[in-house]
């Protein structure tokens, strides 16, 4: 899809009354808000309105067959929209509010727009824990679909300053409250025939596992490979710099930018002291950084596989996988 033509002027607003108002304003007309969460900055619509979710689709240039992450208040509101099992009502009360997504079966009576499922009969859904998406929900009384505020086929944005950059002429307004906190979408987890991760991301197989004893932390983990648990529309350009990556470096040719990690210095760094958790929420930002830089192509130093590790080693594979 090509996005909107004329370009509309984007504005950035500073978190508080004034911009939740303006935000609840859009979305009640069927606009979309780029509004940060506690892990990516997203762009919300209201999912009950199939032509406010088209514009989502629209602005990002998204093929239309990629579901999308519908964010509700608490867990009463995800109850009217999706069936819990057991393990999803275990899931939801250890981990929400928080960077969490379940992806259930959808209630036959749910008014989503089925173009935010597109058209599957299972949904993804998460209860955020940030105060301006938190704010935006409570005041459009609304569940709001909301993928990255990235153009299709870009980075993340963890700053209101990358969404202006991907998305500035597509979109009206974005809500600035300052970097996100994780840096990494959410972990997303489906339920269905057994618990298993379908995206890693910022709560570990390892904190997943330690709800259901009896289940290894190795039978939980995304299973590479295995098309029938793999979440649909996980395109491997999703998580692309424009430039070519190569992962596992330890020495950077004259025409790449090194991305270094702990001591190994380059000409940036995911964490100088080989803090995962730091490097995840650099993840992102650092990308942008290589991708605005001189040199035409990108290399990174090996990143442990522990932990947060493995959700930045699921982004970096997917980033060189495109050249
Ligand atoms: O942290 C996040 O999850 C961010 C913030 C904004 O909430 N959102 C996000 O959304 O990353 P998005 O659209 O970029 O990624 C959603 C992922 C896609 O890989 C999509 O295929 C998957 O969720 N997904 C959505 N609905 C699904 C479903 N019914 N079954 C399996 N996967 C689904
Ligand atoms: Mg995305």
Same mark, same amino acid.
Do not use: C
């Given at each position: ?15 508080? $009354? ?19 969460? $506690? ?16 514009? +989502? ?21 995800? !109850? ?11 899931? %939801? ?55 990255? %505020?990235? %153009? ?18 597509? +979109? ?8 996100? !906190? ?73 025409? !790449? ?20 958790? $730091? ?23 090996? +990143? ?20």
């Amino acid at each position: 899809m090509s996005p909107p033509n004329p370009p509309v002027p984007t504005r950035t607003l500073p978190y508080g $009354e004034a911009a939740i108002a303006d935000a609840t304003a859009t979305i009640a007309a069927g606009g979309v808000v780029a509004v940060p969460t $506690e892990t990516v900055y997203g762009l919300a619509a209201d999912a009950t309105d199939s032509r406010a979710v088209a514009g +989502i689709y629209a602005a990002k240039g998204r093929p239309s067959f990629n579901p999308l992450i519908v964010h509700v208040l608490d867990r009463a509101a995800a !109850e009217a929209i999706a069936i819990f099992n057991a393990d999803a009502g275990a899931l %939801a009360d250890a981990f929400w509010p928080g960077p969490l997504t379940l992806v259930l079966p959808l209630r036959a009576d749910a008014a989503i727009a089925s173009l935010v499922t597109a058209g599957l009969d299972t949904i993804a859904i998460r209860v955020p824990a940030h105060r301006a998406m938190r704010a935006l929900l409570a005041a459009t009384g609304k569940p709001l679909a909301a993928p990255s %505020a990235n %153009a299709s086929g870009a980075i993340s944005p963890t700053r209101a300053a990358h969404v202006l950059t991907s998305l500035g002429g597509r +979109i009206p307004l974005i809500l600035d409250d300052g970097p996100t !906190e994780a840096g990494l979408e959410s972990t997303i987890v489906a339920t269905t025939g057994g618990v298993h991760i379908l995206r890693p991301g910022p709560i570990t197989s390892d904190a997943i596992a330690a709800l259901f004893p009896g289940s290894p932390s190795s039978a939980i983990a995304k299973q590479p490979g295995n098309a029938a648990i793999t979440a649909p529309g996980q395109l491997e350009s999703h998580y692309a710099p424009t430039k070519p990556l190569r992962l596992n470096a330890t020495i950077a040719a004259d025409d !790449e930018w090194l991305i270094g990690f702990g001591t190994s210095a380059g000409d940036d760094t995911l964490s100088a002291t080989g803090d995962l958790t $730091e490097a995840a929420a650099n993840l992102f930002a650092a990308l942008h950084r290589a991708d605005a830089s001189p040199q035409p192509r990108i290399a990174i130093f090996p +990143i442990p596989a522990n932990g947060l590790g493995t959700a930045i080693n699921d982004r970096l594979r997917r980033a060189a996988h495109q050249d």
